[in-house]
């Protein structure tokens, strides 16, 4: 199936270009890669940085 | 066409029903409803052995019935039914074929086995460990492996989801932009596969500890990334929930979102930022800096608090305009008054809004504040609270749809009317009743998951404020409620199903669950801008005045405890 | 509707309704306003955990409680002989969280401050100081340190409120503030 030049059916009948916002809220793996990179990295990521600097006590 | 999908035309949306969605809804919908009813029962149970003066099970069942009541209704009950959700609102919403139906039966197949495998070593009784299951404590290793399988059959069922919307999409089954409910459902699944992730990187690893291939696991990173599962999973429920509301609203009264724009920029922004908040089970951790547990604790400055502030209003401002406009106009609250209350899909949903907003809302942004935790962790507050998210709104709002869903799905008549009119109340109430007295309760100190309030085998002596034995008391009568609530669910869903009258045409035309959408004015957008939205406007604001007003009371509270360095 | 697509294609474009502009800024400025609560507190409030926290054995952990035990008891307690600890103001408390007791029993001045250490030789445990109500999570292998400062005197329960295994409901613990003479 062909995709229509501003992104197969999320394009429209008149040819008029949708705004970005729309773009991206029509594109659930474009939400998917958001929803997991976000926590993956702030909370994830930073949380066990966190963990690991814990010093040894003397 | 791989699978030559059978569809049937729904006489009543005019829908497209896929066949293997439909007989997939039904199988995951009637799992969940059976981990509903045996999850339930263990959750009376821990209950009245709360309550001192009936203190009903010997302190080894009473931990055995905790793990099992937070791991059937949690995690069984509930993400049973989001999957069904979850097919609905991609296949059927959509028109649609359903995305390989096999791997949807296999995904089923590995869920109901998991559910069973961790059910089996619960009730075995080598595994009370709570389904948190904090390491360095050991369960039995088919209760983790379990819940491995059951979280891969999980994410299949998820990638089903994300497959039969790029079927519709391919296939042009609907025109334009996916409906706001499957724009919520996809939020849901977003955030389901980063629970599941989260759960396969910790729950793997403990798996093998605890069959003895790997030596040690680190007691603060296990809790860290649990909880990026177990918090977020109750983040798929809020997504969940909140898609129910819109679809409920929409199917009983016509209402329309107020606007498609700010109710998905409000699902983005859980998208993004609803997760960080897993960090509310470490703010009294060891080791991690304030930096960590403010930013994620507020969710980013309280981002997804936003989102769930528009839903908050957007919800009842849909049904407020769609009822004005049906010409119920007088007054601030004419158009709620006369409301279809006696339709316990309407009234379970909007007793779901209320008590998720007021209660489960104000009171968890409180919790999670990264200070005041301080003064509420680990207390009976946090189920309290949890209560009010996971029963009184995720949990009543999805057997308020269940009501649309036997007559639309299964094609049944809802048997005993007159009893699924009084259930929502019944349930709501008792629902209420245990989060606000287990917070009572937590507020004085009450310690949560706790066999014996009274410490009379303890060597040292201690005893609770007379208050919090009063709280207790009134939370097993609250019990009490729910379960005969939840009960009578079971009742009317079961009798239903299997010996309901099947809906016929007269059926459907004496007794439409499809409420009159208004047909033109209902699709025509600024219509809302016509109107005014008093009553919306006078509950969002009493819900605003009383958010501040309990969050300063709780600094108030936390500045007279000892001070802290 | 909200269970059928978008009637206008750009939805996008549509104009919002006045209460949804007013209620968004408010809500948005009410979160500004918890964040920078928190931050607030961090500089002006007395009550803020801290994050000083080493990894330690357990082992080593009880021998710095126990010398801290042989230096400042006081007496001892029960038939179960727990000893009363009294160390200076302003000097190091060790609390040990174990199944199933808090050890050993503090008795700490009103008014002072102390370096008070918590760890656990086991499994998880809770510290709730009751009826005082702060709780604090208890890890193996952690050391946590924080300074407090008893306000009232009496007798305080610290009770576990992390489940900790079949005698959870019975760890409890004892730490007593007296006046200063
Ligand atoms: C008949 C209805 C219910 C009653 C009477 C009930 C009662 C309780 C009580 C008394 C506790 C124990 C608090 C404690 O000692 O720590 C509890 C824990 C819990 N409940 Fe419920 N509950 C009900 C339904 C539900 C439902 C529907 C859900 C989830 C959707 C749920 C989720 C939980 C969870 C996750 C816990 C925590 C378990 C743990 O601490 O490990 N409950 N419930
Ligand atoms: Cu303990
Ligand atoms: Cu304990």
């Known amino acids: 199936m062909a995709e229509t030049p501003s992104g197969g059916p999320a394009g429209d009948p008149q040819g008029e270009r949708l705004p970005p916002m729309q773009l991206l809220l029509d594109n659930p793996f474009l939400l998917l890669f958001i929803g997991v990179a976000v926590p993956a990295v702030l909370y994830t990521i930073w949380g066990v940085m966190e963990v690991a600097q814990i010093p040894v006590a003397q | ?565 | 509707m909200a269970i059928t697509p978008p009637e206008n294609r750009l939805w996008w474009n549509e104009p919002l309704h006045r209460m949804e502009i007013v209620w968004i800024t408010i809500a948005f400025l009410w979160g500004v306003v918890m964040f920078l609560t928190m931050v607030y507190w961090h500089i002006a409030g007395q009550q803020n955990l801290s994050n000083e926290a080493y990894r330690v054995k357990p082992d080593a952990f009880a021998a710095k409680a126990e010398a801290m035990v042989a230096r400042y008891k006081v007496r001892e307690e029960g038939d179960s002989k727990i000893p009363v600890v009294r160390p200076p103001a302003g000097g190091d408390a060790y609390l040990i969280a174990r199944l199933w007791e808090w050890w050993p029993i503090l008795e700490l001045e009103k008014g002072q401050s102390y370096r008070l250490h918590l760890s656990s030789m086991d499994w998880l445990h809770g510290f709730s100081l009751q009826p005082t109500n702060i709780n604090i999570q208890v890890h193996p292998n952690y050391e946590m340190v924080l300074t407090v400062t008893p306000t009232q005197s009496g007798e305080f329960a610290v009770v576990c409120n992390e489940f900790c295994g079949i005698g959870h409901h019975n760890m409890l613990g004892r730490i007593y503030v007296v006046d200063r003479k």
């Open chain 2, 1 to 565: 066409m791989a699978n030559a999908a059978a569809f049937r035309v729904c006489p009543e949306t005019g829908l497209k029903v896929c066949h293997h969605a439909e007989i997939l809804i039904k199988a995951n919908a009637v799992v969940a409803v059976v981990f509903l009813a045996i999850g339930g029962l263990f959750g009376l149970l821990v209950a009245l052995t709360r309550w001192p003066a009936v203190h009903i099970l010997p302190a080894d069942l009473f931990y055995l019935a905790l793990t099992a009541h937070g791991a059937d209704v949690l995690l069984f009950w509930i993400i049973f039914f989001e999957i069904a959700v979850l097919y609905f609102a991609s296949a059927v919403l959509l028109n649609s074929r359903l995305a390989a139906p096999k791997w949807a039966w296999f995904a089923f197949a590995l869920m109901l086995v998991g559910a069973l495998m961790a059910n089996v070593a619960v009730l075995q009784g080598e595994s009370s460990v709570m389904f948190t299951s904090y390491v360095p404590m050991k369960a039995a290793p088919h209760f983790y492996l379990g819940l491995i399988v059951f979280a891969v059959g999980a994410l299949i069922a998820c990638f089903v989801f994300f497959g039969t919307l790029v079927i519709a999409r391919q296939e042009r089954t609907y025109e334009g932009s996916i409906p706001l409910v499957t724009f919520g459902a996809v939020t849901a699944a977003v955030i389901a596969v980063y629970t599941i992730a989260s759960g396969a990187i910790i729950l793997i690893p403990t798996f093998l500890w605890s069959v003895g291939i790997i030596p040690h696991l680190d007691s603060i990173m296990y809790k860290v990334v649990w909880w990026g599962m177990g918090h977020s999973s109750q983040q798929i429920n809020v997504s969940a929930h909140v898609a129910v509301w819109y679809a409920i609203a929409a199917m009983v009264l016509g209402a329309k979102p107020l606007s498609e724009k700010v109710s998905r920029t409000a699902f983005l922004l859980y998208i993004a930022f609803l997760q960080l908040a897993s960090a509310h089970h470490l703010l009294v951790d060891p080791g991690i800096s304030s930096s960590w547990k403010v930013f994620n604790t507020s969710y980013a400055i309280y981002l997804a608090v936003l989102g769930s502030m528009i839903h908050g209003m957007s919800v009842p401002g849909a049904i407020e305009a769609a009822q004005r406009r049906r010409g119920l106009t007088q007054g601030a609250f004419d158009w709620l008054r006369r409301a279809p209350w006696g339709n316990p899909a309407f009234s379970g949903m909007v007793l779901s809004v209320i008590m998720f907003g007021f209660l489960g809302g104000i009171s968890g942004v409180v919790l999670g504040t990264e200070q005041l935790n301080l003064i509420m962790h680990n207390t009976l507050y946090v189920p309290g609270h949890f209560h009010a998210t996971v029963v009184a709104g995720t949990t009543l709002a999805f057997m308020a749809i269940t009501y649309l869903v036997v007559p639309l799905i299964f094609r049944k008549e809802i048997m005993f009317p007159g009893m699924a009119r009084w259930q929502p109340y019944l349930f709501g109430l008792g629902a209420m009743g245990i989060s606000f007295f287990m917070m009572g309760a937590g507020t004085l100190g009450v310690s949560r998951r706790h066999w014996d309030m009274t410490f009379a085998d303890a060597v040292l002596k201690f005893e609770y404020p007379p208050a919090a034995f009063l709280m207790m008391g009134l939370n097993g009568i609250s019990a009490l409620l729910a379960t005969l609530g939840g009960i009578m669910f079971i009742v009317i869903v079961v009798g239903s199903v299997f010996f309901g009258k099947p809906r016929d045409e007269a059926a459907i035309k004496r007794n439409p669950v499809i409420g009159p959408s208004g047909g033109a004015a209902v699709s025509q957008y600024g219509g809302e801008a016509t109107f005014n939205l008093p009553g919306t406007t006078i509950l969002v604001a009493v819900f605003f005045v009383s958010f501040v007003l309990y969050y300063f009371i709780n600094w108030k509270y936390l500045s007279e405890v000892w001070p802290l360095r």
